[in-house]
């Protein structure tokens, strides 16, 4: 029951499983101790936030527990193994089991931690976000660039084997606006971003990602555009508006985009793909170029 509820969370010993069914056969067959192997399974709970500084850190926090032949009705399960787990979580597993002793304990168990966890990333979350808010009201109050200083615009085309879950869609708009990043993502399988904006965000925006938990990205191709002396980087976007969501099976829109930019040449090299139309680009009001 419980595999089929959390269905990505639990990493059943299937051997162990199978091992202790035959050996209840025998202790029915024969009546007597057949000395039952335990069972065992892993618990991945949800995502762990944490600052260390000024960084946003996730780490997957995880427990083994082994079920005794007597389970439920006069022991509760052990527990065997904790990864990423502190003084205070390690507390609520074990009063949980001595709380539910005698009775089916794992639901509740995995339950009560997981909304400690949840509580507790929502605390760390509005920390973090009260200081990226207190950052960026301290650089609007810095006297501004030197008139004779160039903007420099980037652009990044960002690969991952897939983007699927919304929280991980919802991560990519968020930090891309945090950071004034214009540019659109491709969901699904593979998923593709290309970002443009200040040069010191696209610098930050994998970093960014990587702290809400992302583990699977590349930059497959990055781009610096150097403005004229007194200019701005707004002045030097290709792509209009925010940040955008295009959806899956969306691939064909997203290189009409780029070439619509001037950008498809970029595009195309930066994923080692061949351009059908043999590399022609609607120059359109976009750029192309810039320092790679």
């Known amino acids: 029951m419980l595999k089929a509820i959390y269905q990505d969370e639990l990493i059943v010993d299937s051997d162990s499983i199978e091992s202790a069914k035959q050996q209840q056969l025998l202790l029915e067959e024969d009546h007597h101790d057949a000395g039952m192997n335990r069972i065992s399974f892993t618990v991945n709970l949800s995502q762990l936030a944490s ?12 427990f083994t527990v082994e079920f005794p032949p007597e389970y439920p009705k006069y022991s509760p399960p052990l527990v065997v193994k904790t990864t990423d787990l502190d003084a205070e979580l390690i507390d609520i597993l074990h009063t949980c089991l001595e709380d539910h002793s005698g009775e089916e304990s794992m639901m509740k168990l995995i339950m009560s931690i997981n909304q400690e966890i949840q509580t507790r990333n929502e605390l760390v979350i509005g920390d973090y976000e009260l200081g990226i808010r207190e950052q960026e009201k301290q650089s609007e109050s810095q006297p501004s660039k030197n008139a004779d200083s160039k903007p420099i615009i980037g652009r990044r085309v960002i690969n ?9 869609i919802k991560d990519i708009k968020k ?6 990043l214009g540019g659109y993502a491709k969901v699904g399988k593979p998923g593709i971003i290309i970002i443009e904006g200040p040069e010191e965000g696209c610098h930050q925006y994998c970093t960014m990602l990587e702290n809400c938990g992302w583990k699977y ?23 209009s508006g925010n940040f955008k969501i295009l959806g899956k099976d969306v691939m064909s829109e997203l290189i009409q985009l780029c070439r619509n930019a001037g950008l498809a040449e970029f595009f195309f090299t930066s994923l080692n793909m061949h351009d059908s139309v043999g590399g022609k680009v609607n120059q359109g009001s976009g750029r192309k170029g810039g320092k790679h």
């Open 51 to 62: 600052l260390r500084g000024n960084l946003l850190k996730h780490t997957n926090p995880s």
């Open 160 to 168: 991952s084997p897939y983007i699927l879950k919304p929280a991980k």
């Open 175 to 180: 930090c891309a606006d945090k950071l004034k």
């Open 217 to 239: 990205q590349k930059v497959q191709g990055e781009q610096q555009e150097e403005g004229p002396a007194g200019g701005s980087v707004d002045e030097l976007r290709v792509f």
